[in-house]
């Protein structure tokens, strides 16, 4: 995602509903996300959907990540023996 442009991507949210079309062709040219005011407090912020799926992915990633450790340091781990077994007995299972 690149970085927002303080002077060109924020925007009231009054010039937004007027100019649709427009902020979504700068969406596309610039991939520069679009901070949305409301009473001079941002409300919303518009993302490329590639700029979503991104973020959404890179939380799941982080999330599964801080569950690891989390086990890790919680001493929920396997030894390579029990992970093997405990693999072998779900597929005989299915």
């Known amino acids: 995602m690149k970085p927002i442009s ?13 100019s649709l079309s427009k902020w979504f062709k700068s969406l596309r040219n610039t991939g520069h996300p679009l901070i949305i005011t409301q009473n001079g407090k941002p409300a919303g912020v518009l993302l490329s959907p590639n700029d979503y799926d991104e973020l959404v992915y890179n939380k799941s990633f982080l ?14 781990t396997y030894r390579t023996k029990e992970l093997r077994a405990a693999l072998t007995s779900r597929r005989t299972k299915e």
């Open 63 to 76: 999330d599964s990540v801080g569950r690891g450790i989390t086990d890790a340091d919680s001493g929920r």
């Open 6 to 18: 303080i002077t060109n991507d924020i925007v009231p949210i009054a010039e937004f509903k007027t």
